[in-house]
């Protein structure tokens, strides 16, 4: 099941291990490619200068979080026109430094689209999803904007923080829909009326 599990993750993923620890399932795996291509130029490496290891968060199985404890290969380049010496594996299911997988910020996002990001997270947590309200404003924040702001009559503007007592920033929701119109990184008045 564990190898099924992360092979709908990247075929070349291989499972090594797994731990059932009280509410987490924790899978232990590697790329079980032999070269990979340098992100930079494109050219393709097979010599590895270390190995670390990526704690991922994934969705969740059988109703209990799920931790992908991913084995990353940093790679020289091969290429001596690259200005990049070394590299580190890259994977499509999760971005260059992310600490989710993709389907996971996908199913994040639907449910923050729908609910402020209070409940959103205090909901998620009930599905075995750890995810705190900044994250989800952090996350919708990067979202590609999907709404059609001409025709939106009335909005609501409320401020939150992305960090307490360091940064705050400002949601704008349709009153209509009580969708998510805007979120900027700002709560200054001249920048909100903009």
Do not use: W
């Not at 059932?20 to 097979?46: E, M, T």
């Not at 580190?88 to 996971?104: A, M, P, Q, V, Y």
């Not at 960090?163 to 008045?189: F, N």
């Amino acid at each position: 099941m564990e190898q099924t599990f992360v092979k709908l993750l990247d075929e070349n993923l291989e499972c090594i291990d797994y731990k059932l620890k009280n509410d987490k399932i924790i899978l232990l795996a590697k790329s079980s490619k032999k070269s990979v291509c340098c992100p930079y130029c494109g050219y393709i490496s097979d010599k590895v200068h270390s190995e670390y290891q990526r704690e991922i968060q994934d969705i969740p199985m059988q109703d209990k979080q799920t931790i992908l404890l991913l084995n990353t290969r940093k790679m020289f380049c091969l290429n001596k026109d690259c200005a990049h010496k070394t590299f580190s594996e890259r994977f499509d299911f999760i971005s260059s430094n992310g600490k989710k997988t993709k389907r996971l910020i996908d199913k994040i996002l639907i449910t923050s689209t729908k609910l402020s990001s209070v409940s959103a997270s205090s909901l998620l947590k009930n599905s075995s999803i750890k995810v705190c309200k900044s994250s989800i404003c952090e996350l919708l924040k990067k979202m590609p904007g999907i709404v059609d702001k001409s025709t939106i009559t009335k909005v609501c503007v409320d401020d939150f923080a992305f960090r307490k007592r360091y940064t705050y920033g400002t949601v704008m929701v349709d009153l209509e829909t009580h969708r998510i119109v805007d979120i900027i990184d700002s709560r200054e008045t001249k920048q909100v009326e903009k």
